[in-house]
């Protein structure tokens, strides 16, 4: 069976981290239903969500599926087990009453996202980040992070203010990192950029060259890269923005929830559900409004042009100055008007 990295580390974790001791001195050819019925009720008495035991058990039902096709069992006795379907996790906004919640309790929702106002205070808090124009994209565009990595310079027409998305980064077994297709066919797309992430994009290169050119790195094209001229490894991404946001003293988000923000920033603004669909790279319009509408109405559609603006300004805010944010880490030296 082909597996693509991400699919194979995910199939891994599955493995080392549940089904070994749920399945522990079970024989493969005397594994019944009542096995992955007793599994699952272990996982769900201990708190475990019914969205993450539905991907533990794709991945038991997928194995077991490969056994039947090498004849090492009859059946699938998986395929006899009915979970419950649980809902998704619907996006929330960091509203005033739960970011007190949160200072009182410490519990956070499963997903949320900050207000334009929140977001706006992060971007103008990080501008001398080396990052600072990553973050931004993602922010503002709504990327993947494996999307943002992938990015090459080849692949950004800046006069026409596009990013033509075709490729994404993912690490592999081995920890050396690959470029990959994408997520799904309608990942492939145009995201318009708007003119101050162009902007952003036209000072962050303007810095790479003159980084690249004092520091006698290599230039191999990628957009956002490590210390070496190679793509930034996502997990990095991922653990330089958690460390931001931790310093901004900000309601706790993931990076992939920005992506969430994104697609709220557009509704607000007035895009149609089918266009934020297609910068998206969602496959279907169904899954973006399920997912953002609730979010929207919960920010208050009136406000859609103020909050905008907002977030714009911030994303267009001159940093001043330089210096190293880090042992070793550059900054964004100037971003034109």
Request: proline fraction near 5%; include cysteine.
């Amino acid at each position: 069976m082909r597996l693509r990295d991400s699919t194979r580390r995910i199939y891994c974790g599955h493995i080392r981290l549940h089904f070994r001791w749920l399945f522990d001195g079970v024989l493969l050819a005397e594994l019944h239903v009542g096995h992955v019925e007793q599994a699952f009720r272990r996982l769900f008495d201990e708190g475990m969500t019914a969205a993450t035991a539905r991907r533990l058990f794709s991945t038991l039902r997928t194995a077991l599926n490969a056994a039947v096709r090498e004849r090492l069992i009859p059946d699938n006795p998986a395929r006899y087990v009915k979970l419950p379907r649980g809902a998704r996790p619907h996006a929330v906004v960091w509203t005033k009453r739960r970011v007190a919640e949160w200072q009182r309790t410490g519990i956070r929702p499963a997903v949320a996202v900050w207000t334009p106002a929140q977001l706006a205070q992060f971007l103008a808090s990080i501008w001398s980040h080396r990052l600072f124009a990553a973050f931004q994209l993602i922010a503002m565009r709504g990327l993947r992070r494996g999307e943002a990595c992938g990015l090459r310079w080849d692949d950004l027409d800046l006069e026409e203010g596009l990013a033509y998305v075709s490729r994404q980064v993912q690490e592999g077994p081995d920890g050396r990192l690959r470029a990959c297709p994408l997520k799904t066919e309608s990942s492939r797309r145009a995201v318009a950029l708007g003119p101050q992430t162009v902007t952003v994009l036209r000072a962050h290169r303007s810095w790479q060259s003159k980084w690249l050119r004092e520091s006698g790195v290599p230039s191999r094209g990628w957009v956002f890269t490590d210390e070496t001229g190679r793509p930034l490894p996502p997990d990095r991404l991922t653990r330089s923005f958690s460390a931001l946001v931790e310093e901004s003293g900000l309601p706790p988000v993931r990076l992939h929830d920005l992506r969430h923000g994104a697609a709220t920033l557009m509704l607000l603004a007035g895009d149609e559900l089918k266009t934020i669909a297609d910068q998206l790279g969602h496959s279907s319009v169904v899954l973006t409004a399920d997912t953002y509408v609730s979010v929207a109405v919960e920010l208050g559609l009136k406000s859609a042009a103020g909050a905008a603006r907002l977030v714009l300004k911030a994303g267009r805010r001159p940093p001043g100055g330089g210096g190293v944010r880090g042992r070793g880490a550059p900054v964004l030296a100037e971003i034109t008007a």
